[in-house]
């Protein structure tokens, strides 16, 4: 047999960003391939320069202060023949992008214009890159909403973004790129913060366009775990530099480079020990002062008579809070609580039905216990949250908080109740104000509520505060925008460690991480929790945070909860046929697992 040549040729590609600082090489010499009906994994942290490689692939970093600045990308156009991506005059590239080679972008909800319906612009791109007319390019998008599993297509084409879910509009964005059966599709993060079960559809989807097309798949991902089953290949970078490459099963059993085994190990595991310290990238490697990476060697020592001695109290004292705990009473009890959003129609606006957000809830909170709230996008674990704090007025229902009903407190008693019970929010750059600086934002708590004698003694607190969740005392001054995601979420978290509270609420507070700033968020929350005897309600949809962090776990479902019990329980013995599906799709990327899913994607390339 011939050798394949391959669709797309990378050869020392770099790409540079100029600002007032200096220059920073964000793509340093990286060269790849990739062969057609072949899907390749480029995985990496943020700021590991991935997205940056498919941008300038597609030639869309090509104006200050970003600029390609050698090497080149030789693709083979079915139009134009063999050529050179990075060279190309624009007018021939317009003809490529979106054509030949289309992009799944990130953000779906930023990708597509507000103010077009979904369907328009699909059809757009036909119009831009076919000769169909617009009665066929209107036929062809709702085949296209058809082929990626999309709820009612014809209403769909119809609908602006702003109309359907987050999962939903990714489809609609993977519609798009593959509108013109493209012979590359670039897929950057297309399933970051989506739930498992979208996650696993939307893998899927992928992989049977790319079967039924042969189409090339570019897969960009910070997590590992996502890729294990549906690449052939994997790329590894790191600040710009491509540091390992190889086949699925030889990354995953056999890493060589210290930057991938930490990127393997952060992610937690199923058969992961509960509340355990997660390793992170950092214990596996570090960088010498020229920035060549030196790997930690992990020593077996026997432990000293003195860790002994402190692990042994130190469990005892888990002990015998928990025991304690237990014996108190519940320091939440939610009972029978309702949120309903009403749907209003015609001009005077009457309520024609309800969307039962939260629909009869029930459950309880010992002191000091972590609870896990999981389920699909649209279940209703996050209006649950919000209502607990009455950030949304509950319809019906009672919320007691250490004896007190906090859905019938006035306004001014329930200020005075949220020093006690704090929210950490999904996106922490939202929740933060970005006029004011991270120590005011910390201290602005501690001066409504009135804590210490001066804005002196705030201060001081501040400072210690982040300390405990690991930042310097100099970022006292910075603000949000000029921290890393990870940064920010430690900083939300020092906001909410400022009135000393006994219960948090994290809502989704690791989804969108990578999976190495994951691990010391995690971290970070379970020594805090020990410290301060802080009660969680753990809100995600990812099921193996939530095992791992969780005592007991709650499953929801079209706003009732349908199952509950330990981790262990809900994960060896699930009841609920919902909570199997939720189980079944977390990507697990075990060995044998692996080798069913290249033996299957052998099986799918064959046709048989």
């Known amino acids: 047999m011939a050798t394949p040549i391959p669709i797309l040729q990378v050869?020392?590609?770099?790409?540079?960003?100029?600002?007032?600082?200096?220059?920073?090489?964000?793509?340093?010499?990286v060269s790849f391939e990739v062969y057609p009906g072949e899907t390749v994994a480029i995985v990496g942290e943020s700021g590991s320069g991935k997205s940056v490689t498919s941008l300038s692939v597609m030639r869309l970093i090509n104006t200050p202060p970003g600029k390609i600045a050698g090497g080149e990308a030789i693709f083979q156009s079915e139009k134009f023949g063999q050529v050179d991506l990075v060279s190309l005059p624009e007018k021939q590239m317009?003809?490529?992008?979106?054509?030949?080679i289309s992009m799944i972008f990130q953000e779906p909800m930023s990708s597509l214009n507000p103010v077009y319906t979904c369907g328009k612009q699909v059809a757009e791109v036909l119009l831009l890159h076919t000769d169909l007319s617009e009665k066929q390019a209107k036929e062809r998008t709702i085949q296209l909403f058809e082929k990626a599993r999309l709820p009612r297509p014809e209403k769909i084409y119809d609908a602006y973004p702003h109309e359907i879910s987050g999962g939903q509009k990714q489809r609609v964005m993977i519609a798009m790129a593959m509108a013109c059966e493209p012979s590359?599709?670039?897929?950057?993060?297309?399933?970051?913060?989506?739930?498992?079960?979208?996650?696993?559809?939307?893998?899927q989807l992928i992989d049977e366009l790319r079967v039924k097309e042969n189409t090339a798949v570019l897969f960009i991902t910070h997590d590992l775990g996502v890729v294990a089953e549906i690449a052939d290949r994997i790329l590894v970078m790191y600040k710009g530099k491509l540091v390992e490459q190889g086949k699925v099963l030889d990354i995953f059993t056999n890493p060589q480079h210290p930057y991938t085994k930490g990127l393997l190990a952060c992610r937690p595991k199923l058969s992961a020990k509960a509340q355990s310290v997660l390793p992170t990238v950092s214990d596996f490697m570090q960088e010498d002062e020229f920035g060549n990476i030196i790997e930690k060697k992990k020593e077996v020592q026997e432990p000293s008579l003195v860790d002994v001695v402190n692990n042994y109290v130190g469990t005892i004292t888990d002990i015998k809070h928990e025991r304690e705990n237990k014996q108190k009473p519940p320091l939440l009890q939610v009972e029978n609580l309702k949120v309903y959003f009403p749907i209003k129609k015609g001009f005077f606006g009457r309520t024609t039905d309800y969307v039962k957000a939260v629909d009869g809830v029930s459950f309880t909170i010992q002191p000091g216990e972590t609870i896990g709230l999981v389920g699909e996008s649209g279940c209703g674990k996050t209006t649950l949250?919000?209502?607990?704090?009455?950030?949304?007025?509950?319809?019906?229902?009672?919320?007691i908080f250490e004896g007190q009903d906090i859905?019938?407190?006035?306004?001014?008693?329930?200020?005075?109740?949220?020093?006690?019970f704090q929210m950490i929010f999904q996106d922490p750059y939202a929740s933060l104000?970005?006029?004011?600086t991270v120590g005011d934002a910390i201290m602005e708590p501690m001066q409504v509520h009135k804590l210490y004698a001066n804005d002196k003694e705030r201060r001081a607190k501040a400072m210690e505060l982040l300390d405990k969740v690991g930042l310097l005392p100099d970022h006292f001054q910075r603000y949000p925008h000029e921290f890393s995601g990870g940064q920010r979420q430690r900083i939300s978290i020092a906001r909410a460690l400022a009135l000393q509270p006994k219960c948090i609420i994290c809502d989704e507070s690791v989804s969108a991480l990578d999976v190495s700033v994951q691990a010391q968020v995690l971290n970070l929350l379970n020594k805090l929790k020990h410290e301060f005897q802080i009660t969680y309600i753990f809100i995600t949809h990812d099921l193996s945070v939530a095992k791992y962090m969780s005592d007991r776990i709650l499953v929801m479902s079209k706003?009732?909860?349908?199952?509950?019990?330990t981790p262990d329980q809900l994960y060896q013995n699930p009841q609920q046929e919902y909570t199997r599906t939720l189980i079944s799709a977390i990507p697990k990327g075990e060995p044998e697992d692996i080798i069913k899913a290249q033996e299957k994607r052998e099986r799918m390339k064959a046709g048989l």
């Open 11 to 29: 050869r020392e590609l770099e790409t540079v960003f100029s600002t007032h600082r200096g220059t920073t090489t964000a793509v340093n010499k």
């Open 94 to 100: 317009q003809q490529i992008r979106g054509n030949e």
């Open 184 to 203: 590359i599709l670039i897929a950057d993060e297309p399933t970051t913060a989506l739930d498992v079960t979208v996650q696993a559809r939307m893998l």
């Open 385 to 399: 949250g919000r209502a607990l704090l009455r950030l949304v007025e509950p319809t019906e229902g009672r919320i």
């Open 407 to 420: 859905a019938q407190l006035n306004p001014k008693e329930l200020r005075k109740s949220r020093r006690d």
């Open 433 to 436: 104000n970005p006029m004011h």
């Open 559 to 565: 706003g009732q909860i349908v199952e509950s019990g």
